[in-house]
Nanobody, 114 residues
Framework: QVQLVESGGGLVQPGGSLRLSCVAS????????MGWYRQTPEKERELVAT?????RTDYANSVKGRFTISRDKNTLYLQMKNLKLDDTAVYYC??????????WGQGTQVTVSS
């Protein structure tokens, strides 16, 4: 069973930065994209950013210009800058494989607070 482990979350002040990482326990075959999602108790899980195996990236409007998604071999990153209060959420990484298979991490808490 493939496991994804996120790290890098924490407490940061508005305007601060964090970098999230997501590592897979083993190689995942037939990946077509990977992404970061976030969820709060008040909202459904929403897409933050995705990157395809060809390197195409896509971002939610709310994070464009502030967040950067990238990957390096088996690790997925999310660099977050100029964090805002509304960025507070549990962040999940997800690997989307062919055949409709999705692998999810357990989530990492990001709290933006002064």
């Amino acid at each position: 069973q493939v496991q994804l482990v996120e790290s890098g979350g924490g407490l940061v002040q508005p305007g601060g930065s964090l970098r999230l990482s997501c590592v897979a326990s083993e190689r995942i075959w037939d990946i077509y994209s990977m992404g970061w999602y976030r969820q709060t108790p008040e909202k459904e899980r929403e897409l933050v950013a995705t990157v395809t195996v060809r390197g195409r990236t896509d971002y939610a409007n709310s994070v464009k210009g502030r967040f950067t998604i990238s990957r390096d071999k088996n690790t997925l990153y999310l660099q977050m800058k100029n964090l805002k209060l509304d960025d507070t959420a549990v962040y999940y990484c997800c690997v989307h494989a062919n055949g409709g298979i999705n692998y999810w991490g357990q989530g990492t808490q990001v709290t933006v607070s002064s």
